[in-house]
């Protein structure tokens, strides 16, 4: 970048009240520093910051909209066919590097997991050195993480493992890395790593709608050590932070099943009407 020293204290001001979520503030004040700024370069990147910012507030056709503008901008700038593996710190190279970063982020915001997918395997195998730096170490790790969450959404639990175990996510990421990472280790019947990790996944920084899918999964893990007490209250937990429409039928299952194995039979037969067809011939796995 060039900014001067002004420009670049804008530019700080801007991350800040962006994250104190004053995100109408922020980015009207993006736009008119990019309007000041006179070298075409650091207009580039603050649009790759504008992109970044529209994902981060969840809004896929703005950030479209500007990977658009940013992409429109570089094909001034950059001479076509110019090597991604030329000087490192090139901004001719470091911003088509951004932009390849935004389009992974806005392609799995608009939720084209697949699409998302092909985009890192061709962004990693076309920047191995710019990721190899401690400059871009952070946005490495990110990739990575998102990688591994992408493959964890598709079932694709051992293949994510790989890439999850190991990152450092980003801070906003760490608690659903932790999910991600537990399921990863319930499916492959590691079960103590798997209730560490879901454990330390049930933080505020969890999204509410997976709160109920994290208890229930530990509740099963419970179960598997041989502690019926904590499987019970998790499965519980679950009942009580899961949307009724997302409750998986086997629950009742697994309440009637947790009850039992504690002497509770009154509930557990309490459990066993309420599940209904869903839970007959239930056997726990």
């Known amino acids: 970048?060039?900014?001067?020293?002004?420009?670049?204290?804008?530019?700080?001001?801007?991350?800040?009240?962006?994250?104190?979520?004053?995100d109408s503030q922020a980015l009207l004040e993006l736009r008119e520093l990019a309007k000041r700024v006179e070298d075409p370069w650091d207009r580039a990147w603050l649009k790759y910051n504008e992109t970044r910012f529209f994902v981060?507030?969840?809004?896929?056709?703005?950030?479209?909209?500007?990977?658009?503008?940013?992409?429109k901008a570089l094909a001034f700038l950059v001479a076509p066919n110019t090597p991604s593996d030329g000087c490192e710190l090139d901004a001719s190279i470091g911003l088509p590097m951004l932009a390849g970063h935004a389009e992974i982020r806005v392609t799995t915001e608009e939720g084209r997991v697949t699409e998302a997918l092909r985009l890192i395997e061709d962004f990693v195998s076309s920047y191995p050195k710019q990721l190899s730096l401690s400059e871009f170490k952070d946005l490495s790790e990110e990739v990575r993480t998102l990688r591994g969450f992408l493959l964890a959404g598709m079932g694709r639990w051992q293949d994510?493992?790989?890439?999850?175990?190991?990152?450092?996510?980003?801070?906003?990421?760490?608690?659903?890395?932790?999910?991600?990472?537990g399921r990863c280790y319930y499916e492959d019947n590691e079960y103590e790593h798997a209730k560490l990790k879901l454990l330390e996944s049930l933080t505020p920084g969890l999204p509410s709608s997976w709160e109920g899918q994290a208890h229930y999964v530990l509740g099963i893990v419970e179960y598997h050590l041989s502690d019926a007490e904590a499987a019970r209250k998790q499965f519980e937990l679950s009942l009580r932070t899961t949307d009724p429409k997302d409750l998986d039928d086997r629950i009742w299952g697994w309440l009637e099943t947790t009850s039992r194995a504690m002497g509770l039979h009154e509930?557990?037969?309490?459990?066993?009407?309420?599940?209904?067809?869903?839970?007959?011939?239930?056997?726990?796995?």
């Open 267 to 285: 509930e557990a037969e309490r459990y066993r009407r309420m599940g209904g067809d869903s839970s007959r011939g239930f056997k726990p796995n």
């Open 56 to 71: 981060e507030m969840g809004s896929a056709t703005e950030a479209r909209r500007c990977l658009e503008e940013l992409k």
């Open 1 to 22: 970048m060039t900014m001067n020293e002004n420009e670049e204290h804008a530019f700080d001001e801007i991350l800040r009240k962006l994250q104190a979520r004053n």
């Open 160 to 181: 994510a493992k790989r890439f999850l175990e190991g990152v450092n996510p980003p801070e906003a990421w760490k608690a659903q890395h932790c999910y991600f990472l």
